[in-house]
């Protein structure tokens, strides 16, 4: 007697989560298109780290890849969330900038260079303090320069999450992609409760915790565009498709009218349960056309 052989699609799927940096960054380029710039045989390590007792890596975290996407000129920054949280020093945040301004002179020489961010990071790395900050400023004036000429394409996925200076960074790209395992937030829980208490801020409670920040509340929020599953294939696609879409109509962050009436319409009185948050922000901006739920 013979079983229909049934092997359910998650089984089949390949977890984008559990590829590092480096394969994230390969598996959303066209294949045999991309070649690694200042990859860690050039051995551009932080210098401060070791001064405080902590081994440095070769790449700094920090992965560039260029190449194509969609059989359009791209170029893949990726943070390694393994090491140090993926936080942003000196070499990582330059390597960044850098490859973004190298898309804006491509650009603007007439060769359209769209950016993808893959953001596991926990912002400005505490170990290199005013040269992270520095660095992240950087960051956020080369998106802004770039983004005149083609779009930039932010992708969250877990398991680090997006904090910090960073999440400024991603806020003025021009599509955000979240998975549901992913967060996005401005101080991260862990500052949260040092700062201000545990009663204030849980750090452990993680179901509070993704509540607020999780991917699925930012995309019904309307601050993130696009919720898909950990999977890389479909991660692969979601990207390609906003790269094809090129530049939204209005960037997120040029809603300053929008976002100051949702924030003076705060009732700060009371604690805002995130539900309510959903219900009164949800879908309103523009650049939100593409989002319909959770991609599968
Ligand atoms: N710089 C350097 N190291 C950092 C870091 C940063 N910005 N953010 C996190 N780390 C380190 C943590 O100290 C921890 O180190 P350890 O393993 O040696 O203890 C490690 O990264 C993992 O962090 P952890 O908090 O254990 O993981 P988590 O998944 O529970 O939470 C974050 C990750 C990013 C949400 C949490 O660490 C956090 O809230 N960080 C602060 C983010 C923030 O507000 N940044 C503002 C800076 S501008």
Redesign the pocket.
Known sequence: MSYPTVIPEFVLRQSFIELDARARAQSLMDPGSWRELVGPFDRIESPWLPEQGIAPQFDDGCVVLKGAIAGKAAVVIALEGGF??G?MGEVSGAKMAAALDLATRDSQNGKKTVAVLLLE???????EANL??NA?AEVMASILALRQHAPVITVIAG???C????ALAAGLSSYIVMTPEA?L????????EQESGIEEFD?SDRALIWAINGGEQRVAMGVADELVLDDAQKIAAIVRSHVEAGLPAVHRSQQVDLYRERIRALDTSRQIDPLTLRETWGGKTTVSKTRKGVTR
């Open positions: 140090q949280a936080s990071t926990g912002g400005v790395r505490l170990q992270g900050l992240i398991t680090v999450g904090f910090g200076g960073m967060r937030g401005l101080n991260g829980p862990e500052v949260i750090s």
